[in-house]
């Protein structure tokens, strides 16, 4: 399994989770991390992701400032920290990996059939 996804679960309106990742191999070494998010019934999208080095950071206008995303190379994992979530937020989250940068017209930003690997969904619940 190249990313292992984990930290889903049921929270309130306004509450935080924190999902965590980790990836093997090449992909904790020189790939981009990130997530991407699937509601129910809808196609997935993107919701932020972080460079190799974690000096490049892009988020979905929908979570900025309220999401932050992080990695730690050593541990070979990334992170999302969640903050004030909504009920929209309610989603399969997934882990990814690319080699492409983050930037803005990136493969992250052009959408999720760009993506080169993915791990499993994790599910979040925001209820009101």
């Known amino acids: 399994v190249q990313l292992q996804a984990s930290g889903g679960g049921l929270v309130t309106a306004g509450g935080s989770l924190k999902l965590s990742c980790t990836a093997s191999g090449r992909l904790a070494s020189s790939y981009a991390l990130g997530w991407f998010r699937q509601p129910a019934g809808k196609e997935r999208e993107f919701v932020a992701a972080i460079s190799w080095g974690g000096v490049s950071t892009n988020y979905a206008d929908s979570v900025r400032g309220r999401f932050t995303v992080s990695r730690d190379n050593a541990k070979s994992a990334v992170y999302l920290q969640m903050n004030g979530l909504k009920p929209e937020d309610t989603a399969v989250y997934y882990c990814?990996?690319?080699?492409?940068?983050?930037?803005?017209?990136?493969?992250?930003?052009?959408?999720?059939?760009?993506?080169?690997?993915w791990g499993q969904g994790t599910q979040v619940t925001v209820s009101s």
């Open positions: 990814a990996a690319d080699p492409d940068g983050v930037y803005y017209g990136s493969n992250w930003s052009r959408g999720a059939r760009y993506i080169e690997v």
